[in-house]
């Protein structure tokens, strides 16, 4: 049996048309609503990123991350204080590699490479798994654990003393960092994936 050749069906067309246009997820202006959301997410420690995918895999609006930048662009020139909420809040970028070493707070610390070889052994037969281990200051291979550090850090600023952080601090922060979304859980947050 012979295929048919492929023929225009206007009623199809138009209902294709019509779901494209409807998926356009309501590309709205930076309204009083939109504002309210985006400056209640920034006051959570939110990226423009994280509220602009958040929304879009919600469905409740489509604002690009950029334009939320503008709008903290524009706060800040008027001495708002909403890119204080920001992780890096401007900072420059700093190189890391040819600076001279740092002294180690840490003295006679021993290296996971010095590390006896059977504790590997040991752990890998219990669990059944291989173990592969990152280099020593080699960071870009930790990258959720180095994402993880930086998040918390706008909570715990490096110094500060931990004594003086209760549980509840500590609840706060898990909560708030749960509650967030993440760009590798498709703009989920980490609770609702549990969930």
Request: charged letters at 35%; aromatic letters at 12%.
């Amino acid at each position: 049996m012979e295929s048919q050749p492929w023929q225009y069906k206007p009623n199809y067309a138009q209902t294709y048309a019509d779901e494209r246009h409807k998926d356009k997820n309501k590309q709205v202006k930076f309204n009083k609503e939109v504002e309210q959301f985006v400056r209640e997410k920034l006051s959570q420690e939110w990226s423009p990123d994280q509220i602009s995918g958040y929304a879009e895999r919600h469905n409740l609006f489509s604002i690009s991350h950029e334009r939320i930048y503008q709008f903290i662009l524009k706060d800040k020139e008027k001495d708002g204080k909403l890119y204080l909420h920001l992780r890096h809040q401007n900072k420059k970028y700093r190189k890391r590699y040819g600076s001279p070493k740092r002294e180690f707070p840490i003295k006679n610390r021993k290296f996971i490479e010095d590390r006896p070889k059977i504790v590997n052994d040991k752990i890998s037969r219990e669990l059944k798994t291989d173990f592969y281990f990152a280099h020593p200051y080699a960071s870009w291979e930790r990258g959720l654990n180095e994402n993880t550090n930086g998040l918390i850090r706008q909570y715990l600023k490096k110094g500060c003393d931990f004594n003086n952080i209760n549980d509840e601090d500590l609840i706060i922060i898990m909560d708030r960092l749960n509650n967030r979304p993440r760009k590798s859980l498709n703009y989920a947050t980490p609770n609702e994936i549990f969930k």
